[in-house]
């Protein structure tokens, strides 16, 4: 059974599932269905991208360790990015970032899982416009979902969003829930905030 996780909440995942090596990280959204009127154009479709930010000592030190749709890989080849969704539609995980936790160089302590909306100043879109965001890891053995976090706020003119990270501690793997907006125009601007 998973473990639902509140915002702030931290949990291991080494301690309850003994062996692990692989996870799954899944991030999910679906945007709000906008009333415009009736010779209004349509919406753009918001893209939204998942990236995986890996940190040194807590710090982000090049720029060849963040995997996102523009690097799928990363590489050590422990971290992998399955492509790039253009629109959130369906249900279920929109993107994946596999995480060979076992294999992780060691001088890597910390993930950091971030979403961005491409091009969201241009298009004058925000996570207001997105609902039922969630991140959820599941053990790639058996596909159990261990931990998943829903972000229930309301994050109106925020651009980007940290959901939350995996680290390293006292050799155990863990995961805290973070869902911190920003108005981070893209990912490079996500990334200098681990400088």
């Not at 207001?128 to 229930?152: H, K, P, S, W």
């Amino acid at each position: 059974m998973a473990i639902s996780l509140q915002k702030g909440q931290k949990i291991s995942l080494s301690k309850d599932n003994a062996g692990l090596s692989k996870v799954v990280i899944g991030l999910g959204w679906d945007e709000v269905q906008q009333k415009r009127g009736f010779f209004a154009p349509k919406p753009q479709a918001i893209d939204c991208d998942a990236s995986a930010i890996l940190l040194q000592n807590g710090h982000f030190v090049d720029k060849t360790d963040v995997v996102y749709f523009g690097n799928l890989r990363h590489k050590s080849g422990t971290v992998q990015h399955m492509g790039d969704n253009l629109t959130g539609a369906g249900d279920g995980d929109d993107e994946q970032i596999i995480v060979d936790l076992a294999s992780i160089p060691a001088q890597y302590d910390k993930i950091v899982l971030v979403v961005n909306i491409y091009q969201a100043l241009q298009r004058n879109q925000h996570f207001g416009m997105i609902q039922n965001a969630f991140i959820r890891l599941v053990d790639a053995r058996n596909n159990n979902e261990m931990c998943r976090y829903n972000l229930t706020e309301d994050y109106s003119g925020m651009t980007a969003m940290i959901f939350g990270e995996v680290y390293k501690h006292n050799g155990e793997w863990k995961f805290s829930a973070i869902g911190q907006g920003t108005t981070d125009a893209g990912i490079g601007e996500l990334v200098n905030r681990f400088v």
